[in-house]
């Protein structure tokens, strides 16, 4: 079960890298002329004059770490802000657009803040906020950030400079990872399961915390490391910021699971003596989600709903495409329900904005961005427009586009503008050519070959390099490695073009994918060691979905012929499952078991977690007692023997080097 020990982790992943990966060699080039030239044109565009974003970010300050080092599970910290230092100067070099460099300054203020008398965050020590509510007794956490390490720290960092109260509530705001992975860094599990410490989230967490992304984890944790360039160094000439905050911590992550679900559309509770209207945001930026307002404070937390950045309607990792119109009407909402009694706003990433004029105006800009995005994108398809001339025909308003918090630091206008076509007509753009392609790297063949050999490109690509046509050169270059991998001139060219894009990128996650995409060109694929599933992820996962994942692994080509019945009783839940291999397609039903099966397993849920987490094999719980199998046991080893287990590490900007059958 070792792809299933590899994917459990995953939606610890916001979508972010679960994995532990070395970083890659630094072999960075200086910004090309024509990168100036376009790094140059965005200082004069955008209103740089206006410092209000970083007024509001270092209002409140009470303190931050002495040494801003938070200790990692391992030799490396989880978390380190002296790395960013460079940042603090406002002198942006060549290598970095001006207005992402703005937005990583902001991003790398950190400390604990005051936002209203009773309400105070950590920001700045993980991807995410800690926002933390002094109630009458005890303190009330929203979202303990990503990893344990970084949330102990957030919470020691307010008790040293508030007074000592026990943690009474913890509240998920919803199901990404970077909103719960730190829950055992500031609440024990023993609390949380007596009732003790009360651990509200919005209906279908739990689901959804461990599912959005196991099915097809693998892929995604891989991409992942693009999105948020977790190997590349951090420097001028790299990673400086993810957009929608500094980085991902590297620490352990823990889910300890809700006590208390909010289920309907809006709900009122009085949590340690301060009152909550909470407002369910389904299908927004996660399938569940919440935001909520706070009368006693005039506070509205609008979870990931509404940050200082244009969000991601899909996001580069790979997840379901979300919906604008519905993200847009859900701020309505808010803006109807809470815009006249809010004098603060916060949300679980980014920093605060107060005063209700401002607020209410923000929230109208954020509520008509992802509006404009939906209504014009479809609006161009229905006149036959493909993604690709949307993504490149569609300019925001002057009103949008000179706003700080509309710019795509994370998602950006071309990538959601295509998500929204994927959303209403998929991947086919309806012409007939398009509908059954060559793979990738006989097309590679084909189409150097038709343009003059490998040399004759590479000859005219030097030529528009020069003339920083990058985007052209990454694309023709890609052709090239396709078509021979082993084309060192192509993989320096490619790496150089993708470089210059990254430097040029206003977007952090189309900076961090460019980036990374040329260290791999230029250096190979890093080594990638898996950081294994934590058991409190496995807990979270059905068996249903388990099994699902088993049949996701299944090797068709070695299955064809085999049929296998197996059946299952988990004795601790008494559940019976059975699991039927036949035309190379693994199923399941839950219910009566097969008078036919070949073998059957009788097990408790721990056991099966221990399997999974490779902590014991079937045969060392054999041997324990901890598992019995009658039947034809060689038939469960014949089973599991056709299993496929995932590379963490696959190449992306070059063919495969393994076939797959």
Request: charged residues 25%; negative net charge.
């Amino acid at each position: 079960m070792n792809g299933l020990r590899k994917t459990l982790i995953l939606s610890a992943v916001l979508g972010a890298c679960a994995l532990n990966c070395q970083q890659v060699s630094a072999q960075s080039k200086d910004a090309e002329p024509a990168t100036h030239a376009v790094n140059d044109a965005f200082a004069r565009s955008l209103p740089f004059a206006d410092r209000a974003d970083f007024d509001d970010a270092k209002r409140g300050f009470i303190a931050t770490l002495p040494d801003g080092i938070i200790a990692g599970p391992g030799p490396k910290p989880a978390f380190d802000t002296r790395a960013y230092a460079f940042l603090q100067t406002d002198t942006v070099p060549a290598t970095v657009n001006p207005s992402l460099w703005r937005q990583a300054q902001l991003n790398a203020i950190d400390g604990l803040f005051e936002v209203t008398e009773r309400v105070y965050q950590v920001r700045g020590l993980d991807i995410s906020n800690m926002t933390i509510i002094e109630g009458d007794t005890g303190l009330i956490l929203i979202d303990p950030l990503l990893s344990n390490e970084t949330a102990k720290a957030a919470l020691d960092l307010y008790l040293k400079n508030r007074p000592v109260k026990p943690v009474v509530a913890v509240i998920y705001s919803h199901s990404h990872a970077d909103h719960f992975g730190g829950a055992k860094g500031v609440i024990s599990e023993q609390d949380a399961a007596s009732g003790k410490v009360k651990v509200i989230a919005p209906d279908g967490f739990m689901e959804h915390a461990v599912a959005e992304n196991i099915i097809a984890g693998n892929a995604m944790t891989r991409r992942a490391q693009y999105q948020f360039g977790s190997p590349l160094p951090v420097g001028e000439r790299a990673q400086i910021d993810t957009g929608l905050g500094k980085a991902l911590s590297k620490g352990t992550i823990s889910l300890i699971p809700p006590n208390d679900l909010i289920r309907q559309s809006y709900e009122t509770r009085t949590v340690d003596g301060v009152d909550i209207e909470f407002h369910l945001v389904p299908g927004s930026e996660a399938p569940s989600e919440m935001i909520m307002y706070f009368p006693q404070f005039k506070l509205l937390d609008m979870a990931e709903d509404a940050t200082h950045n244009m969000h991601n309607l899909y996001t580069l990792r790979g997840a379901e495409i979300r919906d604008g119109r519905l993200w847009s009407r859900y701020i309505d909402e808010a803006i109807e329900r809470y815009g006249n009694r809010t004098d603060a706003v916060i949300a679980q990433h980014h920093w605060p904005m107060w005063g209700n004029e401002r607020i209410v105006a923000f929230l109208k800009k954020q509520r008509d961005l992802y509006k404009f995005m939906h209504d014009q994108t479809v609006r161009l398809l229905n006149h036959g427009l493909t993604p690709t001339e949307i993504a490149e025909q569609l300019k925001l308003p002057a009103s949008l586009a000179n706003e700080w918090s509309a710019r795509g630091y994370y998602g950006t206008l071309r990538h959601n503008a295509k998500a929204v076509y994927q959303f209403y007509l998929g991947w086919y753009d309806a012409n007939p050519a398009d509908l059954d392609p060559l793979p990738r790297a006989e097309a590679a063949r084909k189409q150097v070959e038709y343009m003059g050999g490998a040399d004759a490109v590479l000859k005219r690509a030097r030529e528009d390099f020069k003339a920083g046509q990058y985007r052209w050169v990454a694309s023709v270059t890609s052709q090239l490695v396709f078509a021979d991998p082993g084309n060192r001139q192509a993989r320096e060219l490619g790496a150089d073009a993708l470089e210059q894009l990254g430097y040029q990128s206003e977007a952090a996650t189309w900076r961090n994918a460019y980036l990374l995409g040329a260290a791999e060109l230029r250096n190979g694929v890093p080594s990638a060691q898996g950081a294994g599933a934590s058991a409190e992820l496995l807990k979270g996962v059905s068996i249903d979905m388990a099994f699902d994942f088993l049949g996701v692994r299944l090797n068709a080509a070695k299955a064809e012929g085999k049929h296998i019945v197996i059946n299952w009783t988990f004795t601790d839940r008494n559940e019976t499952y059975v699991m039927n291999l036949e035309n190379s397609a693994l199923t399941h039903r839950t219910g009566k078991l097969a008078d036919d099966a070949d073998v059957g397993v009788k097990l408790t849920r721990a056991a099966f977690d221990a399997i999974s987490l490779k902590q014991r094999t079937f045969a060392d719980s054999v041997a324990s007692g901890d598992v019995s199998i009658s039947g034809n046991p060689p038939k469960l080893r014949e089973l599991f023997g056709l299993l496929d287990d995932f590379p963490a590490d696959f190449e992306i900007v070059e063919p495969r080097k393994v076939t797959v059958e």
